[in-house]
């Protein structure tokens, strides 16, 4: 059975869109519904990347 997996060449697109969109914009909604212990370090995390890429969170 062949895997059906993205080529490799679009990691580091998945990286940019998951720093970029999904982890400033749509993390902290899930995990508060999953598991609210990890939302202090998941802000922390979110405050970390949102600096690196410029103080906004893209849309």
Same mark, same amino acid.
């Given at each position: =059975? %062949?895997?059906?997996?993205?080529? /490799?060449?679009?990691? @580091?697109?998945?990286?940019?869109?998951? %720093? !970029?969109?999904? /982890?400033?914009?749509?993390?902290?909604?899930?995990?508060?519904?999953?598991?609210?212990?990890?939302? @202090?370090? /998941? %802000?922390? =995390?979110?405050?970390k990347? !949102?600096?690196?890429?410029?103080?906004? @969170?893209? %849309?």
């Amino acid at each position: =059975m %062949q895997a059906r997996a993205y080529p /490799l060449e679009l990691l @580091p697109e998945f990286i940019n869109h998951f %720093q !970029t969109v999904w /982890l400033t914009d749509r993390a902290l909604e899930y995990f508060e519904e999953r598991d609210e212990t990890v939302l @202090p370090l /998941l %802000q922390k =995390m979110i405050d970390k990347v !949102t600096d690196a890429i410029g103080g906004q @969170p893209q %849309q």
